[in-house]
Nanobody, 124 residues
Framework: QVQLVESGGGLVQAGGSLRLSCAAS????????MGWFRQAPGKEREFVAY????????YYTDSVKGRFTISRDDAKNTVYLQMNSLKPEDTAVYYCARSAGRSGSYSQRDYTYWGQGTQVTVSS
C-alpha cells in the first residue's frame, strides 16, 4: 500500500500563492508518475498536472498553465504543486495521486493511490 498525505491548503486572496505538498509512504515513490487533481463544489474531479517518473517532463491542464508548477523530490518522497496568481475558480479540494506505472496520464483511472485531499479556497 501507498499512503499519500497532502498539506499546504488554506484560504488565500485572489492573486496570492500557495504551495501544496504530498508526502508518500509505504511502497516506492520513485519510478512512478505523480499527479494532482482537484474537485470544485458541485463539479467532477478534474486533472490539474502530472510529472513523469524521472521528473524531466511536466504537463498541465490549460487553465493553470503558466501559474502552477509541479515538482518532485524523490529523496523526500514528496511531490509539490506551487500555485501562483490564484483565482477564485481555483477553489477546490486538491488531491495528489500515484500512477499505476511509468506512463503519464490525464485520466483518474490510471492512478492507483490517492490522498485524502486538501482544501484550497481563493477569495475574490
Amino acid at each position: 500500500q501507498v499512503q499519500l498525505v497532502e498539506s499546504g491548503g488554506g484560504l488565500v486572496q485572489a492573486g496570492g500563492s500557495l504551495r501544496l505538498s504530498c508526502a508518500a509512504s509505504g511502497r516506492p515513490f520513485s519510478g512512478y508518475v505523480m499527479g494532482w487533481f482537484r474537485q470544485a463544489p458541485g463539479k467532477e474531479r478534474e486533472f490539474v498536472a502530472y510529472i513523469t517518473w524521472s521528473g524531466a517532463s511536466t504537463y498541465y491542464t490549460d487553465s493553470v498553465k503558466g501559474r502552477f508548477t509541479i515538482s518532485r523530490d524523490d529523496a523526500k518522497n514528496t511531490v509539490y504543486l506551487q500555485m501562483n496568481s490564484l483565482k477564485p475558480e481555483d477553489t477546490a479540494v486538491y488531491y495528489c495521486a500515484r500512477s499505476a506505472g511509468r506512463s503519464g496520464s490525464y485520466s483518474q483511472r490510471d492512478y492507483t493511490y490517492w490522498g485524502q485531499g486538501t482544501q484550497v479556497t481563493v477569495s475574490s
